[in-house]
């Protein structure tokens, strides 16, 4: 069983930044591939960006250059800074989980983050 718990989302300012944090707690932090997905009103859940047990990062088109994810080995945590956030960033945002061996996935709960002014 894992569990993932996300915080850090909130209101904020256009052009302002956020930290999103998850905290993953499964037993084998290593086998997991971590990600941050997003959902806004009206659309379908998409990929922000994920994360290699070895740190290697993938973005999505929309989200390179603002977004950058990372990962704590030691704490089990998954980071997604955001800077200069835009009105379009206002969605749900996921943490992600996918085991290497067996493919399983899992999902947080979800942290919502509105940008306006």
């Known amino acids: 069983q894992v569990d993932l718990v996300e915080s850090g989302g909130g209101l904020v300012q256009p052009g302002g930044s956020l930290q999103l944090s998850c905290a993953a707690y499964?037993?084998?932090?290593?086998?997991?591939?971590m990600g941050w997905y997003r959902q806004a009103p009206g659309e379908q859940r998409e990929l922000v960006a994920r994360?290699?047990?070895?740190?290697?990062?993938t973005y999505a088109d929309s989200a390179k250059g603002r977004f950058t994810i990372s990962r704590d080995h030691a704490n089990r945590m998954t980071y997604l800074q955001i800077n200069s956030l835009k009105p379009e960033d206002t969605a749900v945002y996921y943490c992600h989980a996918q085991n290497v061996r067996t493919s399983t996935t899992y999902w947080g709960e979800g942290t919502q983050v509105t940008v306006s002014s």
């Open positions: 994360i290699s047990s070895g740190g290697g990062a």
């Open positions: 499964v037993s084998e932090f290593a086998l997991y591939v």
